[in-house]
Every structure is written in C-alpha cells, then in structure tokens.
C-alpha cells in the first residue's frame, strides 16, 4: 500500500489533535504529548509538530509511506520541498528514536 504523508508544524498539538481527529475521522496511531501526533488511515499518513511559540504554522514536509521502500529517504522537488518515502516500520523506528516514550496504537 501507497499513503500520500502530509507533515504540518502546528501551534497548539492539543487543538489539533481535536481538530484533525474529526477531520480525519480518526483517532491517532501515535501521540508524543505536547510534541507530535501522527495518523495513518486508508488514504493518508499525516503528522502534525508543535513548533515554538512566535513560529507560523507550515507545511513541514511531504512524502509516500510505501510498503515496498526498503529504505527511508528523502528528496527535495523543483519547489524546495521535501519529499520522504518510508515503511511504516522504518517511520516507526524514527519515531522511536526521537521519543522512546511515544504512546504507539498498535
């Protein structure tokens, strides 16, 4: 399987795991509180940041979870932006190694 993965830096993680929960309809599959959630559906791999007070709310990056990435990499397009392909396991390892205390949803 192929999920577009959509990353936001947001202001307040709290209000936007709220809001992007309806949206998405869906509850997160890991939340690292005050600093990061991610949600993974049929269609889409999206993560949210908490940035520092004073910074404006952004797109962080954009990228494919695909099943079949046997290595995690990263591009940056004709834009300047940043494009990741992962796994899902190799997302979770990232994770994991920022946040050894992640609240995973397995």
């Not at 046997?70 to 004709?78: G, H, I, P």
Request: net charge negative; with cysteine.
């Amino acid at each position: 399987m192929r999920r577009i993965h959509i990353a936001l830096g947001v202001r307040s993680l709290a209000d936007s795991i709220a809001d992007y929960t309806q949206r998405l309809a869906a509850q997160p599959h890991v939340i690292v509180p005050d600093q990061y959630a991610l949600w993974r559906t049929d269609t889409v791999n999206f993560s949210i940041r908490q940035i520092p007070a004073g910074e404006a709310p952004a797109l962080r990056h954009l990228g494919w979870e695909d099943d079949a990435a046997s290595a995690f990499s990263e591009t940056r397009d004709c834009n300047g932006i940043v494009w990741e392909e992962f796994g899902p396991e190799q997302q979770l390892q990232e994770i994991l190694g920022l946040w050894p205390d992640a609240q995973i949803k397995r």
